[in-house]
Protein backbone atom coordinates (compact mmCIF):
# COMPACT_ATOMS: atom_id res chain seq x y z
CA UNK A 1 0.00 0.00 0.00
CA UNK A 2 1.49 3.04 -0.94
CA UNK A 3 2.64 5.78 1.47
CA UNK A 4 2.86 9.07 1.49
CA UNK A 5 4.05 10.77 5.30
CA UNK A 6 3.90 14.33 5.37
CA UNK A 7 6.19 16.47 8.33
CA UNK A 8 7.61 19.90 8.89
CA UNK A 9 4.52 21.75 9.57
CA UNK A 10 4.10 23.71 12.38
CA UNK A 11 3.52 27.39 13.76
CA UNK A 12 5.34 30.33 12.48
CA UNK A 13 5.15 34.13 12.62
CA UNK A 14 4.33 35.86 9.35
CA UNK A 15 7.38 36.46 7.13
CA UNK A 16 9.03 33.23 8.23
CA UNK A 17 9.88 30.44 6.33
CA UNK A 18 9.13 26.36 6.55
CA UNK A 19 10.60 23.66 4.93
CA UNK A 20 7.21 20.62 4.13
CA UNK A 21 8.51 17.20 3.33
CA UNK A 22 6.92 14.19 1.80
CA UNK A 23 8.35 10.71 1.77
CA UNK A 24 6.80 8.12 0.01
CA UNK A 25 6.99 4.03 -0.05
CA UNK A 26 6.18 1.43 -2.23
CA UNK A 27 5.66 3.44 -5.21
CA UNK A 28 8.23 3.59 -8.13
CA UNK A 29 8.79 7.18 -6.90
CA UNK A 30 10.18 8.85 -10.54
CA UNK A 31 7.16 7.54 -12.01
CA UNK A 32 4.80 9.94 -10.30
CA UNK A 33 4.14 14.01 -10.53
CA UNK A 34 4.29 14.92 -6.81
CA UNK A 35 2.17 17.55 -5.66
CA UNK A 36 1.46 19.85 -3.02
CA UNK A 37 -1.76 20.81 -2.35
CA UNK A 38 -3.65 23.02 1.40
CA UNK A 39 -7.21 23.52 2.55
CA UNK A 40 -7.86 26.28 4.91
CA UNK A 41 -10.99 26.14 7.28
CA UNK A 42 -13.92 26.59 5.40
CA UNK A 43 -12.29 26.12 1.90
CA UNK A 44 -11.80 24.07 -0.67
CA UNK A 45 -8.75 22.34 -1.14
CA UNK A 46 -6.47 24.47 -3.80
CA UNK A 47 -3.19 23.72 -5.97
CA UNK A 48 0.26 24.77 -4.63
CA UNK A 49 3.03 23.15 -6.45
CA UNK A 50 4.02 19.88 -8.46
CA UNK A 51 7.07 18.70 -9.68
CA UNK A 52 7.65 16.39 -12.33
CA UNK A 53 8.82 12.65 -11.95
CA UNK A 54 12.72 14.04 -13.04
CA UNK A 55 12.31 17.15 -11.10
CA UNK A 56 12.71 19.09 -14.33
CA UNK A 57 9.53 20.43 -14.72
CA UNK A 58 7.65 22.57 -11.37
CA UNK A 59 4.73 24.43 -11.22
CA UNK A 60 3.47 26.73 -8.83
CA UNK A 61 -0.05 28.25 -7.53
CA UNK A 62 0.22 31.89 -8.38
CA UNK A 63 -0.42 32.48 -4.55
CA UNK A 64 2.86 30.85 -3.80
CA UNK A 65 4.79 31.46 -6.86
CA UNK A 66 8.37 33.50 -5.96
CA UNK A 67 7.76 33.03 -2.14
CA UNK A 68 7.84 28.69 -2.45
CA UNK A 69 10.47 26.19 -4.12
CA UNK A 70 9.26 22.11 -4.77
CA UNK A 71 11.87 20.05 -5.05
CA UNK A 72 12.63 16.61 -4.80
CA UNK A 73 15.29 13.73 -3.98
CA UNK A 74 14.49 10.58 -6.08
CA UNK A 75 16.99 8.32 -4.66
CA UNK A 76 15.36 9.53 -0.88
CA UNK A 77 11.71 9.30 -2.42
CA UNK A 78 11.12 12.52 -0.71
CA UNK A 79 9.58 15.42 -2.27
CA UNK A 80 9.95 19.21 -0.39
CA UNK A 81 8.19 22.51 -0.23
CA UNK A 82 9.99 25.26 0.69
CA UNK A 83 7.96 28.41 1.67
CA UNK A 84 9.44 31.76 2.39
CA UNK A 85 7.84 35.12 3.38
CA UNK A 86 4.82 33.35 4.69
CA UNK A 87 1.56 35.12 5.11
CA UNK A 88 -1.53 34.42 7.29
CA UNK A 89 -3.27 33.80 4.67
CA UNK A 90 -1.09 30.71 3.91
CA UNK A 91 -2.54 29.00 6.98
CA UNK A 92 -4.20 25.31 6.18
CA UNK A 93 -3.28 21.68 6.52
CA UNK A 94 -0.55 21.10 3.42
CA UNK A 95 -1.25 17.60 1.59
CA UNK A 96 1.54 15.75 -0.07
CA UNK A 97 0.06 13.73 -3.43
CA UNK A 98 1.05 11.69 -6.02
CA UNK A 99 0.09 11.24 -9.57
CA UNK A 100 1.01 8.50 -12.22
CA UNK A 101 2.97 9.88 -15.17
CA UNK A 102 3.94 13.43 -16.50
CA UNK A 103 0.71 15.53 -16.13
CA UNK A 104 0.02 17.90 -12.53
CA UNK A 105 -3.45 18.63 -13.92
CA UNK A 106 -6.17 16.23 -13.05
CA UNK A 107 -6.80 13.48 -10.57
CA UNK A 108 -4.09 12.63 -8.21
CA UNK A 109 -3.91 9.02 -7.50
CA UNK A 110 -2.43 8.86 -3.90
CA UNK A 111 -2.61 11.19 -0.80
CA UNK A 112 -0.61 11.87 2.30
CA UNK A 113 -3.27 12.69 6.03
CA UNK A 114 -1.33 16.70 5.67
CA UNK A 115 0.54 18.63 8.19
CA UNK A 116 -0.94 22.17 9.50
CA UNK A 117 1.04 25.14 8.50
CA UNK A 118 -0.20 28.10 10.94
CA UNK A 119 0.93 31.73 10.47
CA UNK A 120 0.18 34.42 13.07
CA UNK A 121 0.38 37.77 12.44
Known amino acids: QVQLVESGGGLVQAGGSLRLSCAAS????????MGWFRQAPGKEREFVAA????????YYADSVKGRSTISRDNVKNTVYLQMHSLKPEDTAVYFCAAKYGHNYVGEYNFWGQGTQVTVSS
Open 26 to 33: RLTFTMFT
Open 51 to 58: ISGSGDST
